[in-house]
């Protein structure tokens, strides 16, 4: 791992992704000590103030609500939607990726089977469905995002273990004795890490975006509470009047998909070892 993080550092793509994924995190954390000004504090006499004017540093939108405030705070929903989001389908989808690939026959008959169902549907789709039948809120998004990655989740996992169970230290290991369990998770899950941590990276990015795309249709998180994707949404309406409404958080979305997507292919690069060259890191 040290020799991962060694040539993670050393890519400049990584490097890029790692200084916009701080950034995000520390917007997140900050937000309630930095935000000038209340997010969801109305003020009708100060509606549509342009950027730097009324005290607005970002302007403020159809209400006078502070565009920055409200831009600051949505990357503290954002962010908590995609990491438990994530988090949610690594513990549905690690334990059967574990269980298809490792036994084989019968278990893995019916694990991919139910998730080749799944799949038929885009994951973004899926999500839509399923925050359709459940209804919008912070709360039933994350699980309806997390729900629709764990296919792909138990999909990595088992191609996994199904490349290493046939190595000879699993033999070994079966020869002295060893519960399936201790094999899966002692010898076994170390070995395939790299690719569940370049993919639950990516999915960070890609949950961020999703949050987004349900809250800009009114399925997803729900006002007052500030959003990127609801906020957007609501600066569509105003985009020739005040399209300062709608940029920033924009932009500030794009770093933070941005960063976690420059870091999950930097990581992927250097779990990967074909990319060593001479001991050096190569783009």
Known sequence: ??????????????????????????????????????????????RLSPPLSGGYLFGSDDVGRDILSRTLWSARVSLFIAIVSVAIAVIIGLPLGLAAGYYGRTVDEVISRLVDIMLALPPILLALVIVTILGAGIFNITIAIGIAYFPGMVRITRSGVLSER??????????????????????????????????????????????????????????????????????QQFLQTAPWIAIFPGIFLSIAVLGFNLLGDGMRDAFDPRLLEGGKFHE
Do not use: C
């Not at 200084?19 to 009708?44: G, K, Q, R, W």
């Open 1 to 46: 791992m040290v020799f991962v993080l060694g040539r993670l550092v050393r890519s400049p793509r990584a490097r890029i992704g790692i200084y916009f994924m701080a950034f995000t995190i520390l917007v997140a954390l900050a937000s309630p000590f930095i935000s000038p000004h209340d997010p969801n504090a109305i003020n009708v006499g100060g």
């Open 166 to 235: 046939q190595k000879l230290y699993v033999e070994a290991a079966k020869s002295k004795g060893e519960s399936n369990l201790y094999i899966v998770f002692s010898h076994i899950l170390p070995n395939i890490q790299g690719p569940l941590i370049v993919q639950s990276t990516l999915n960070l990015s890609t949950a961020m975006l999703y949050e987004a795309f349900l809250s800009f249709v009114g399925l997803g998180v729900q006002p007052p509470t500030p959003s990127w994707g609801s906020m957007i949404s609501l600066g």
